[in-house]
């Protein structure tokens, strides 16, 4: 099946601590985006690559890293730089500026 | 500045009503996409429609139905007989095709609906 997976589902961050958010999709797609989301709120963009080794700053991308050297992968590091991660993050990607498809989503907490 | 508003923050039905989400929008292209996403309870948006500018046919899909409106610059969005499964929060979203830019997907607040059996 052609799809977005984001793993994993949950995650634990400790003070301090750098983690890593993955995001796959097999659908050919040529961009990926990721968005925070938080209780009761809409969605910001925090990273957005358009091709391979390629990506851009969304409105809020301090604290937050991303790299693409495939296709078919998005990861997405929240650093320790990032003093309030608490949220839900989603993973999207688009063949082309319209329609984005969305993953299921990781809930990031905060020990 | 493009802007998408949905004003109904929550909203609470009865199982097999009518319900309208309404989707306000701002913006000074005239080309542009229009969406409307829904989320439920697991997280995941799943994408439920596309318009573009150019095209203010309404679209019906089941019980959904859409109403385009450039007049107003509404794109609403109706259930009808509504479900318990469709208590979800709905978005809608906007596009400026013409800034060719992939970083302008605007998404509204989103409304929350709840079903009530």
Redesign the interface.
């Known amino acids: 099946d052609g799809g977005i997976t984001q793993s994993p589902k949950y995650l634990f961050r400790k003070e301090g601590q750098n983690v890593t958010l993955s995001c796959e999709q097999n659908l050919n797609h040529d961009a990926m985006y990721w968005y925070r989301q938080d209780p009761g709120q809409g969605l910001r963009l925090i990273y957005y690559s358009q091709i391979v080794n390629d990506f851009q700053k969304g409105d809020i991308a301090e604290g937050y890293s991303v790299s693409r050297e495939k296709k078919e992968s998005f990861p997405l590091t929240v650093t320790s730089a990032q003093k309030n991660p608490t949220a839900f993050y989603l993973c999207a990607s688009s063949i082309d500026q319209e329609t984005q498809y969305f993953g299921p989503g990781t809930r990031l907490l905060v020990l | 500045a493009q802007k998408v508003t949905q004003a109904q923050t929550e909203i609470s039905v009865v199982e097999k009503e009518d319900v309208t989400l309404d989707c306000v929008y701002e913006t000074r292209d005239t080309t542009y996409?229009l969406?409307w996403?829904k989320q439920p309870p697991?997280?995941?948006?799943?994408?439920l429609i596309?318009r573009n500018s150019f095209d203010e046919q309404n679209e019906i899909s089941g019980r959904y139905s859409w109403n385009f409106q450039k007049s107003t610059s509404s794109f609403n969005f109706t259930i009808t007989a509504s479900q318990v499964v469709d208590s979800a929060v709905y978005?809608c979203a906007l596009?400026e095709?013409e800034r060719?830019?992939?970083?302008k997907?605007i998404?509204?607040?989103?409304t929350s609906l709840s079903v009530i059996p």
């Open positions: 996409y969406f996403y697991s997280g995941e948006l799943v994408f596309r978005f596009s095709a060719a830019s992939y970083d997907v998404f509204g607040p989103g």
